[in-house]
């Protein structure tokens, strides 16, 4: 091939060739840090699932269709290539094992439970703040310790958490459908959500 013949390919034709570049891995990361902050919650929304299957069933045909008619030598290094796979496994791995949630909770632990202790104490609050790496919309006390629920924008408040330092269970007065127990005086909440 000569130059002319280089200079003839149009951009589009010349980047079929190449394998997935740094744009790609860009936005594969992206997909991953998204569906990391809709699942970094006590009970992970619906609409995380829909939002990673929607977005995976785009991402992957893709890079595999680039990866096919990849030339050999395309001229882009494979290793942005061989890190879109690593990207899609530690989402994976991360989303199995509730890594998004433990990690963001652990953070934000010591600030729930101040702001726990205050609201428990007949302090209820409606005003949003953040506590932690959370944003608390509501806080009322209940028998027993007291009710966090967060907002994670652009997702309605249905999730929160329970802080019951007796080692009691849930009492029955709170607007909780679920809960799940975290750890500690720490238990999940989740609220009718529409879903």
Not at 53 to 69: D, H, M, N, S
């Amino acid at each position: 091939m000569t130059d002319l013949d280089d200079q003839a390919i149009s951009p589009a034709a010349r980047r079929t060739g190449e394998p997935p570049g740094k744009m790609f891995l860009s936005c594969t990361i992206l997909v991953t840090l998204m569906a990391f902050y809709l699942t970094s919650v006590p009970h992970p929304y619906s609409e995380a699932w829909v939002f990673g299957f929607l977005a995976w069933c785009v991402i992957l045909p893709t890079f595999v269709v680039k990866l096919v008619l990849a030339k050999p030598g395309g001229g882009s290094s494979p290793v942005p290539s061989l890190l879109v796979l690593v990207v899609f496994a530690v989402c994976l791995l991360g989303m199995a094992l509730d890594l998004p949630h433990k990690a963001r909770f652990a953070l934000s632990e010591s600030s729930l439970e101040a702001y726990a202790r205050d609201v428990a104490g007949d302090r209820a609050r409606t005003d949003c703040r953040m506590v932690g790496l959370y944003n608390v919309c509501d806080a009322q006390p209940i028998a027993g310790g007291a009710q966090l629920m967060v907002t994670d924008p652009p997702i309605a408040q249905s999730r929160g958490f329970l802080w019951l330092p007796g080692g009691t269970q849930p009492p029955d007065d709170t607007e909780c459908e679920t809960f799940r127990h975290l750890s500690g005086p720490w238990w999940s909440c989740k609220t009718w959500d529409g879903w």
